[in-house]
């Protein structure tokens, strides 16, 4: 039987970072669940560095949910993966999400969260306190705030279970690290 594998989303996330590791965990062998506050198709949104002093929007395809957080029974699944973009400022705040998030820490099973993810730990501060992690620069001050450290000479990090990435450029090394941990 293979490893399953949970993707924790909404809509506005960020195209390559839900596809990305979609389609790599599928390729690996993976079954892999996405799942959102509901059951729908999810607009995805591409962040881009175009010179402006911070990144553009746009508009991006659109991916289906497979699931709701409400029916999602976390120890179903050996890892997850949080996706950034805009999804995690918004379903951070939804009870399922977080029961499930905590359920990959307390159980100590791999967990991948790139740029923005780091957003939906600010809504479980316990969580954090004394690991380390990196994510968008942005997100620095919401890191330090929930006493962890933000590691920022690294785009990608691992501390324990947990791999974290600053963006979308770093999806090959962050999965490969996320993939590491899943194969143990």
């Known amino acids: 039987m293979s490893k399953k594998v949970l993707i924790v989303t909404g809509d506005a996330v960020e195209a390559l970072e839900v596809y990305y590791p979609y389609y790599r965990l599928l390729e690996e062998g993976y079954d892999v669940t996405i799942a959102a506050p509901k059951k ?23 991916i289906e949910a497979h699931a709701a957080f409400a029916d999602i029974d976390p120890t179903q699944y050996d890892g997850i993966v ?5 999804a995690p400022e918004y379903i951070r705040l939804d009870a ?28 479980m501060p316990d969580l954090l306190k004394g690991r380390s992690l990196t994510a968008y620069i942005a997100c620095k001050p919401g890191v330090e705030a929930l006493g962890a450290t933000y590691v920022s000479d690294s785009t990608t990090h691992v501390d324990q279970n947990l791999v974290s990435a600053h963006a979308w450029p770093d999806l090959p090394v962050f999965m490969r690290e996320f993939i590491r941990l899943l194969q143990k």
């Open 40 to 62: 729908k198709k999810l607009q995805t949104v591409v962040h881009d560095f175009t010179g402006w002093d911070t990144y553009e929007e746009k508009q991006a395809y659109l």
């Open 82 to 86: 949080i996706p950034g973009g805009r």
């Open 96 to 123: 399922d999400l977080q029961r499930i998030v905590r359920h990959f820490f307390e159980a100590n099973k791999p967990i991948a969260a790139i740029c923005h993810a780091s957003l939906i730990f600010e809504t």
